[in-house]
């Protein structure tokens, strides 16, 4: 599956700025920062697949 165009801008955007940065403790922040927005991601999709076909979750 292809990102939709905005996505990859802002997914490009995003790199270039990783990229340039050579501040070891704001890379460590923006990694964490990251970390916690892909398992928040990850909880809401399961949450709403869940919904939506009706599971029960443990």
Do not use: N
């Not at 790199?15 to 923006?30: H, P, T, Y």
């Not at 990694?31 to 892909?38: E, I, N, R, Y």
């Amino acid at each position: 599956m292809t990102p939709s165009l905005s996505r990859q801008f802002s997914t490009e955007l995003h790199s270039r700025a990783i990229d340039a940065c050579s501040d070891v403790e704001e890379l460590r922040r923006v990694a964490k920062t990251l970390l916690t927005a892909w398992q928040l991601q990850a909880e809401m999709s399961e949450r709403y697949g869940a919904e939506l076909l009706g599971l029960k979750r443990a």
